[in-house]
């Protein structure tokens, strides 16, 4: 073989993934951050208008109400899904049937359609005919019953259980990997200076497998910020926007509003946040496992 | 002697503890697994028993099984959701995009792991920054991109986004995979004197199986599962995917309660069950995904 057919086969083979991740990944987030700087319903002339729409972004409360509720989805993942991944790791550390099918159980949601997660999700908290007033009402406690999704005082925490519920199963798997392969000399020696039960698992396992959760903290930030379905399927960003996430906020401005400058303005911050998001939360776990 | 009994004595002392200890920590080890494990499996148990309710039944007995196992609420949401439709629009994008991931990421796999070329670590880097972008911050311009090039309504408009999303990933698991192969390979394949095209099909591709196995997974499941690219590229009836057709099903069905349930479990039953058989796969293949991607 010659270099020159080396290096016709190099671009020829990398010119498809190059092509189609170029054009359907990188373009549209640059084309999206210069279609903010216009007026535009969509169709006809797009007026150009400057840094308007950020800067209508900046005062826009909806837009920062929007962040919050984004930013209490990664608290949830992060101190809600983690804590209780890792407890189930440990507890669910051996192979009996039972075990592996509670792993298997848990793990499920991970494999079916957010729509129909959502969906199941939504007639649970229904207010007639959802059977979480219905158990409420079976245990005597008729005035906890709430408008699970339709008061928007709480709808974004009821939205919590079934993020957790879809993928704990992923961070599950992930730290019983970590914590199986930790070598068993390591817990016979643990044994012997004394360290047993949470004792082992706070000074042993969990700075042995700490890269492993600063991974789970990442996929959490990041996970929480693909939330779109469910949401968009639960409340649709309502009731008056009390669930809106910043990407179903985009959505509903592009596609409900027909502010296409505008949407594309949201979808450039979304870029940016969530780049600053995960910048500095592996900055931040860095660090603590350095100190 | 002495030092012998006082140091059984201390043993057994240790051992009642932690005994004791054991105990009131198993205790509570199987509340937390109850809860949780209630907490996971009840949604799946009252999804399916409902299904088979009328809405009578559904009223009537919100906790327990169905009075009469209602089968033909299936049958009925098949037809009236046009489930064959929207399988047969699931399944064309799902394995259009799942087999052009394959390839496209494989050759460029082949070539970032095994050439040396200029270039190679920025092209490697434009693939790892694909993987920070928050999917759904595309949908307004992609929205833009396919109504100029007129894909809007086309598989086409969710076969390349599948693929072009699933390509960093599928190129992170490939070639971490192929780089581990002794450098022997080639040379051997040259002695025998197979192109490039014949070394990455002949020798490549069966080569790396279980790392093609893993994207095949991944790339399936988004793509059979994804609903907000469908949502925002395709608006004709005919066209629309499981998820898509499920969503829109519900909300003209709302009150037929045992049909949407229905139609919900069949639309998720492929996927079930595909996990149920290859599980560990499944498991693996994802959390691997997950913590490369």
Known sequence: MNAMSSRKFVMFGLAPALLIYGLFVFVPVVWSAYYGFFNWSGFGDKQYIGLANYTEIIHDSTFWHSLKNNIIFVLAAVFGQVPIALALAVILHKNTWMQRFLRSAIFLPMVMSTVVIGMVWQYIYHPQIGILNFLLDAVGLSGWKLNWLSDSGIAIYSLVPPLIWSFVGLYLIIFSSALQNIPGEIHDAAELDGAIGWRRLAYISLPIIWTTVQVAIVLCISGSLKSFDLVYIMTRGGPAHATELLATYMYNSTFTSYRYGYGSAISTMIVLISLVLIGTSQWLTSRKSRS | ?293
């Open chain 2, 1 to 293: 002697m002495m030092n012998q009994t006082a140091a059984a004595g201390s043993h057994r002392q240790v051992s009642g503890i932690s005994g004791l200890m054991g105990r009131s920590k198993s205790i509570i080890f199987w509340t937390i697994l109850m809860v949780y494990g209630i907490f996971t499996l009840y949604p799946f148990f009252w999804l399916i028993v409902s299904a088979f309710k009328t809405n009578e039944d559904f009223y009537s007995h919100p906790f327990g099984l169905p009075a009469q196992w209602n089968i033909a609420n299936f049958s009925r949401a098949w037809e009236t959701a046009k489930l064959d439709t929207a399988f047969a629009n699931s399944l064309i994008v799902s394995i259009g995009s799942l087999i052009l991931t394959l390839f496209i990421g494989a050759l460029a796999s082949f070539i970032l792991a095994r050439f040396q070329f200029r270039l190679k670590g920025a092209v490697f880097a434009f693939f790892v920054v694909g993987m920070l972008i928050p999917i759904h911050s595309t949908l307004v311009p992609l929205f833009i991109l396919m109504k100029q090039i007129s894909l809007l309504n086309t598989y086409w408009a969710l076969i390349l986004p599948y693929t072009a999303f699933a390509l960093p990933t599928a190129i992170f698991v490939l070639s971490a995979y192929l780089m581990s192969f002794p450098k022997e390979i080639e040379e051997a394949s040259f002695i025998d004197g197979t192109g490039l095209w014949g070394l990455f099909f002949r020798i490549i591709l069966p080569m790396s199986l279980p790392a093609l196995s893993t994207v095949t997974i991944l790339s399936f499941l988004h793509a059979w599962n994804d609903f907000s690219f469908a949502l925002v590229f395709i608006s004709k009836t005919s066209l629309k995917t499981l998820p898509l057709s499920i969503a829109n099903f519900s909300d003209g069905y709302q009150t037929d309660y045992g049909l949407t349930l229905a139609a919900m479990v069949l639309s998720v039953l492929p996927t079930i069950i595909l996990y149920l058989v290859f599980q560990e796969q499944v498991m693996k293949g994802m959390t691997a995904g997950a913590v490369k991607g």
